[in-house]
């Protein structure tokens, strides 16, 4: 019995000793993903889909959320943020054409309608975006006083082309108002 009870306590003390050798304090700043949906991360979450079928894609991102329905929120408003900075990339010729159509020859006071009519653009794009897809991660980070959890939210939004169009018509006539 005695011989039993040496032998299981050396078996106890070696596992333990293995197994604290094993492990090791993580680095600060250091992630781990303990959560997908879905499984796998989508090729979108990296490049967007081209444009198809009428239809413009952005991905919209939130980091280091502290919740999941604020991720989904932010992720959705830096997509529609993106739609905006894309229609003011390639509108600005429409926006000039439109400044001259309506007479406006001073650049301060045209400076002025522009800035209106992306506040518009903003509101009108969000009534026809579609949230097509998301995917999301939870993470734990190990900071200096332990464990932190996040989440990380992507959405794939999708505006159809006679939308958007439609958006900034309606923009441009709103702040001439």
């Known amino acids: 019995m005695r011989r039993i009870l040496v032998i299981l306590t050396v078996l106890v003390g070696a596992s333990v000793m293995l197994s604290a050798c094993g ?3 993580p680095q600060i700043g250091e992630q781990f993903i303990v959560e997908r949906v879905p499984d796998s991360r989508p090729r979108w979450v990296a490049r967007p889909p081209a444009d198809r079928d009428n239809k413009f894609f952005f991905v919209g991102v939130k980091t280091h959320a502290s919740s999941l329905e604020n991720g989904n929120t932010d992720a ?14 390639t509108g600005m010729v429409d926006y000039t054409k439109a400044r001259v159509e309506a007479g406006l ?7 002025n309608y ?3 009519g992306y506040r518009f653009l903003a509101e009108s ?4 975006v579609r949230e097509d897809e998301t995917y999301y991660e939870r ?3 190990w900071r200096p006083d332990g464990w932190r959890y996040f989440w990380n939210y992507y959405a794939l939004l999708s505006i159809p082309q006679d939308a958007l169009e439609r958006a900034a018509r309606m923009a441009f006539e709103l702040s001439l108002i």
């Open 23 to 25: 492990s090791k304090q």
């Open 76 to 89: 959705r408003q830096n997509g529609i943020q993106k739609i905006v900075e894309y229609i003011g990339g």
């Open 105 to 111: 020859t001073d650049e301060g006071q045209a400076g």
């Open 114 to 116: 522009i800035e209106d």
């Open 125 to 128: 794009i969000a009534q026809g």
């Open 139 to 141: 993470v734990r980070e």
